[in-house]
């Protein structure tokens, strides 16, 4: 886990510059365009600012961990990645669904967050993964999985072993994956009601955190910050993590 400091540091940088200087439809985690400016950078945006159930939280107490097992059926994926400026993604095709509350959910893509974005009792982890799926009616389910500097990348080695230098230009990764063997083996996890991290902050995306980490090596960590930097939002105080 890791301190808050450079959580702080990012509030702090963004309070120094002037929102008027940035155009519109772009956003940062830095400065004029970071994070306490989004909802005034474009007229789509004023959720990011104004609403009341927006994500991350922090997750205080150990009463909010559900231990139920988690309604996933994931298979061969393929997936094509791409450097979009503010995250590395993958775009997957496949036949991999969430179903929650009676709502099944296909995943759509995975991106990655340094450091991470929830946090547990005030601490956060080294980085965050985010399984994002989509329903019929285009609602939003996103799975958050903590990652941890460790001895081995696991699973997601071959992920960050082709992290491209280009920017926008997406490539096919070279095997198929099953994105459960990126998921903790325990399906612990926080549970709640709130929103998209990144403009427009969407409201209403059903949030699953899972509580038990997975390791990250030292070198596919360095790769990934060698491209992006800090893009993490900090925690939305206003809401009650522990909302379902």
């Known amino acids: 886990m890791i301190s808050r400091t450079l959580r702080v540091f990012a509030v702090v940088v963004g309070i120094a510059v002037a929102p008027s200087a940035v155009s519109a439809q772009k956003f940062d985690y830095f400065g004029a365009a970071g994070p ?54 993958v ?24 450091v991470s974005e929830h946090l547990v009792k005030g601490r956060g982890f080294d980085m965050e993964m985010h399984l994002v799926h989509a329903s019929p009616d285009g609602s939003n389910a996103v799975i958050g999985v903590f990652l941890r500097r460790g001895s081995s990348s696991g699973s997601l080695a071959p992920i960050f072993q082709s992290l491209p230098d280009d920017l ?19 399906d612990a996890h926080f549970q709640y009601l709130g929103s998209l991290t990144t403009p ?43 909302q379902r």
């Not at 995306?205 to 030292?218: A, C, G, H, K």
């Open 168 to 186: 926008s230009i997406k490539h096919p990764l070279e095997a198929p994956f099953n994105p459960r063997s990126f998921l903790p083996k325990s």
């Open 36 to 89: 306490m400016f989004w909802s005034e950078l474009s007229p789509g945006w004023s959720t990011c600012g104004h609403g009341k159930t927006q994500s991350p939280v922090d997750f205080t107490s150990p009463s909010q961990m559900q231990s139920h097992k988690l309604a996933i059926a994931y298979g061969d994926t393929t997936g094509e990645i791409f450097n979009n400026r503010h995250t590395i993604e």
């Open 200 to 242: 427009p902050c969407t409201e209403g995306v059903q949030w699953i955190v899972m509580n038990e980490p997975v390791t990250l090596s030292d070198e596919d960590m360095a790769r990934f910050n060698e491209r992006i930097h800090f893009n993490a939002r900090p925690v939305q105080r206003h809401v009650r993590a522990s």
């Open 91 to 114: 775009e997957t095709e496949g036949r991999d669904t969430l179903t929650l509350k009676g709502v099944t959910y296909k995943l759509v893509q995975f991106h990655f967050h340094s």
